[in-house]
């Protein structure tokens, strides 16, 4: 199974959101990684069939998605960035009205579904509990419950783990890792350590242009050896900031600790630091804006 | 059709869950009990006796609380979705934009439904004790079907569509209960719904019940049909969600 944008641009109004984007996504995670405004969510949205492109087309095992009417539909498991819950339902309701949504009739199917999938995300002896009284990791678990039902070959989660505490985050990601065996998963996030942890190959956008596509060590690979770490005066950053693309400041009273990516001359007193993938990343989209 | 049905039985499941729901049943109940059991003063009146009459009068006081409340219950049933994020996930799964409307319309009217029926049940349950030799049915079913329901279908209808095309449930809600309060107390004839229970009211006052319909309350009665269910139908098939536009 493969996915394929081919030559892929969207306009909203004057503001153009992607522009002549090529990419393929094969089996497993595929991270979408990108600043917040950046383009995923229309990716996201051209991907999932909710929106179609004003240029080019998405493949899914070659066939065009807009030409074959419900066929992404058929496949598809999408858990949005900005979703709710109808707070009045139970968990188990709120599946049972998603299952039917996906068209599983038969309600015995249902029951089966919905007590795997609750028992899957942790949450099976909640399961006649409202969602109005769920917490938000709680409430991210039946989003991603409800992408699973009907065992879709394709899971878009779009910003999942935003606003999660640590430990919700790290279940959320092994759930994740547990789908994406026979699946395509993607995963879009402005959280570079969510793709570091679970993906393996990733894309970058920035701007509504696709800046990188491959997997994570390629993109580690390019600032491999040219990662210094410095400790600077403060007020010597802005300066610094036009010579070099800048990955990472800590600020520690009067002093900086940056670390920067450059191919020319050291600032005093740097030496060579380990690259780490968001390192890579920041350099990638041009570096730290403040 | 089942997911049609599930849309508009979920729909129906959540809303009855609202404190509110409970709260205006028990209100309009009481309201229509007082109204409709006679006093000392009025046990002698014959109009009471006469079970066309009572079932009119119930439907009447029933459905001049209730319009306005299916306005608020039901008047944010599509832009809440929006609002919440659920028709983007609605959007991804197979579920047809025609499938999505016509399940909230469903939904609006069996939530409105729902309230008539308890309201007008417990309502001729005195009635049954006060003449239970001379208790008829037929007149309570009937109003029930032609003063109650095709009503709610014009009010469920008007909540359905309105308040999306208005973008607003609020600003939907305002200009609802101005229409009604033009109805009620300024005696507006122009297109009001309220006109057909106008008809009731008259000869309620003249203490005549009910007679064959004439012209006005048929025409009106396919008004409030048409207003209620065309513009569903138009709003099922034509584009939904300027962004999203699969459903």
């Given at each position: 199974m493969k996915i394929e944008l081919q030559n892929v641009s969207k306009s909203f109004s004057k503001n153009k959101a992607l522009a002549n984007v090529s990419l393929e996504i094969d089996k497993g995670i595929f991270g979408l990684l990108g600043r917040n405004g950046a383009g995923k969510t229309t990716m996201m949205r ?98 991603i419950a409800q992408a699973v039902l009907g065992n879709p070959k394709v899971i878009i989660v779009d910003e999942p783990t935003a606003g999660l505490d640590p430990e919700e985050r790290m279940y959320f990601k092994n759930i994740l890792a547990e789908l994406a065996e026979d699946k395509i998963i993607i995963l879009s ?102 | ?54 079932a009119l009068r119930i439907m009447k006081d029933t459905m001049q609380l209730l319009s306005i409340y299916i306005a608020f219950l039901c008047g944010d049933c599509l832009l809440k979705d929006e609002r919440l994020g659920i028709s983007e996930m609605m959007a991804s799964t197979s579920l047809k934009k025609r499938e ?148």
């Open positions: 051209l991907i999932s069939n909710i929106l179609r492109p004003d240029e080019g087309k998405v493949l899914v095992d070659g066939k065009d998605i807009n030409a074959h009417e419900g066929y992404m539909q058929s496949i598809l498991g999408y858990l949005p960035q900005n979703y709710g819950l109808y707070p009045y339902l139970t968990a188990y309701e709120t599946l049972d009205y998603f299952t039917r949504l996906k068209g599983i009739t038969s309600s015995e199917d249902r029951r089966s579904q919905i007590n795997q999938i609750l028992k899957r995300v942790g949450l099976i002896d909640k399961k006649n509990v409202k969602i109005s009284k769920f917490s938000g990791g709680m409430k991210q678990r039946i989003g996030t402005h959280i570079v350590s969510d793709v570091e942890d679970i993906g393996s190959r990733l894309a970058i956008i920035n701007e509504g242009k696709l800046i990188f596509s491959g997997s994570t060590n390629t993109l580690i690979d390019r600032v491999s050896g040219l990662t210094y770490e410095t400790v600077i005066p403060q007020n010597d950053v802005e300066k610094y900031r036009k010579e070099y693309c800048i990955v990472s400041t800590i600020h520690t009273g009067n002093e900086v600790k940056m670390k920067y990516v450059t191919t020319h001359n050291l600032i005093a007193n740097s030496k060579k630091v380990t690259a780490s993938l968001i390192d890579s990343y920041i350099y990638s989209i041009g570096g730290l804006e403040r | 059709m089942s997911k049609v049905f599930a849309i508009g039985n979920y729909d129906c499941k959540m809303k009855m869950r609202k404190i509110s729901f409970w709260l205006i049943t028990i209100l309009i109940t009481i309201y229509t009990l007082l109204d409709t059991i006679p006093s000392n003063y009025t046990r002698s009146m014959d109009v009471f006796n006469n079970h066309k009459y009572v999505y409307i016509y399940g909230k319309f469903i939904g609006n009217i069996s939530i409105s439904t729902a309230i008539l029926f308890i309201v007008t049940v417990i309502c001729t349950i005195p009635q049954i004790f006060m003449h239970p030799n001379a208790f008829e049915l037929k007149p309570y079913v009937m109003s029930f079907i032609i003063l109650g329901i095709i009503p709610v279908i014009f009010i469920s209808g008007l909540a359905t569509y309105l308040p999306y095309y208005i973008r607003s449930s609020k600003v939907f809600l305002v200009i609802f209960i101005l229409y009604w309060a033009l109805c009620e107390f300024a005696e507006f004839k122009g297109i009001e719904y309220i006109k057909y229970i106008g008809y009731a009211k008259f000869k309620i006052f003249q203490g005549q019940g009910i007679s064959p319909p004439e012209l006005g309350p048929v025409l009106n009665m396919c008004f409030l049909l048409a207003v209620g269910i065309i513009p569903v139908v138009v709003l099922a098939n034509t584009k939904y969600m300027k962004d999203i536009g699969r459903i």
